[in-house]
C-alpha cells in the first residue's frame, strides 16, 4: 500500500508538471486520502498503514542525521593530522529474510560514509561490514548498533508486524 501510496504521489506531480517537494507531499497527502477510502481492508487496515508511514517518515530522519553525523565524522578524520580510524571487518547476524531486505540493508549501511557491506553469507545469516571505526573490545556494541538503528528500524516499515 505504501508503495502504491508513493505511485500515487509521483502520478500528481506529473500531472500537475510542479516538482516541488510541497506537490510532491501533497500528491502523497492526497494518495492517502484516496487510498483510505479504496482500502479493502476496511478500518482494520488502515491503522497499520499510518503507523508504517510514520515509522517510513522517522526512519527517513533517522537517516539522514546518521548521514549527516557519519559525514562530520569523515570530514574530521580528513582535515586532522592524526588518525583514529580503527577499520575492521565485522559479521552482523541478520534478522532481514528476504532478498530485497538484506539488499536495502546492505545499500543503506554503504550509501553511510564511513561503512562498506562486503558480502552476506552463503546461509544469508551473517552480513558482512567494513567500517573505518570499529572498536575490538566492543564489537557486540558495534553489532548492536547497526542491528537496532538500521535493520530493525528497516524491518518495522517493511514488514507488517508491529
Known sequence: ????????AIAWTA??????WFNLLSGFALGYVILYFASEGGLTER???????????????????????????????VLTPTHYMKPGVVAIPLDAKTDFEITLLAN????TPGTLSLEVSP????LYIHAMYVDTEDLDGFRNKIKQDFEKRLLEVMRDEP
Open 123 to 126: 546461509d544469508r545469516k551473517y
Open 1 to 8: 500500500m505504501f508503495a502504491l501510496n508513493i505511485l500515487l
Open 15 to 20: 500531472l500537475t508538471n510542479n516538482l516541488s
Open 108 to 111: 543503506l549501511i554503504t550509501l
Open 47 to 77: 491503522p497499520t498503514y499510518i503507523i508504517r508511514v510514520i515509522k517510513a517518515f522517522g526512519f527517513t530522519l533517522f537517516f539522514i542525521k546518521e548521514l549527516i553525523v557519519s559525514n562530520f565524522k569523515l570530514m574530521a578524520e
